[in-house]
């Protein structure tokens, strides 16, 4: 029932996809809930996991608020934690935004297909491109990890820990979203 496509298919339909009927309405709630979640899973991993594989922790509110804050501090690193859980919160928005235009429910399927985009867009390729920009990397006091982080020289363990990270995140946030389903008279129920 949660993977079935538009239960009200009323109208002109293209493959089975109604162009008029939306049954379907974003849940903020619930996709604010499972960012939070989500978020606060993949910190943990951030912290925990790197030093069970002999590398440091991934300290991203240190790494994000220094962007910004290059002095460091408590200041920095509660500006970078705050920055890393409102992009939980506006990546599950986004997922729920685009699962609402493809009339899909949330599943732990779409969640690990949603972690493996975001896995991809963002440390593997984006996060390189804005760490050259660091004023930390540029002075030489951080590295920056390079493309699916093989400039960490750990090989390609360091990407394939954080592809899990994001999953975990991804799926999480996933399994606690669902949209809310309207009424057959387009109405969203109480």
């Not at 089975?16 to 993949?42: E, K």
């Amino acid at each position: 029932m949660a993977t079935e496509r538009y239960p009200h298919n009323e109208g002109p339909t293209v493959s089975g996809i109604s162009l008029t009927a939306q049954p379907y309405a974003l849940d903020w709630g619930r996709a604010i809930l499972g960012g939070l979640v989500g978020t606060v899973i993949i910190t943990l991993m951030m912290y925990f996991m790197p030093p069970m594989m002999g590398m440091k922790p991934m300290d991203i509110g240190t790494m994000l608020g220094t962007m910004f804050l290059p002095h460091g501090g408590s200041t920095a690193f509660w500006l970078g934690m705050m920055m890393h859980f409102m992009m939980g919160i506006v990546f599950v928005l986004i997922y729920a935004a685009a699962l609402l235009v493809l009339h899909r429910q949330s599943t732990w399927k779409s969640g690990a297909v949603f972690g493996i985009v975001l896995w991809l867009m963002g440390p593997m390729l984006m996060m390189p491109v804005m760490m050259g920009m660091h004023p930390l990397v540029r002075a030489g006091a951080m590295m920056n990890p390079g493309f699916f982080m093989l400039g960490m020289g750990k090989g390609l363990m360091p990407a394939l820990a954080s592809l899990m990270m994001h999953l975990f995140y991804a799926i999480s946030a996933a399994l606690i979203y669902h949209h809310r389903l309207r009424s057959t008279e387009g109405e969203i129920p109480a």
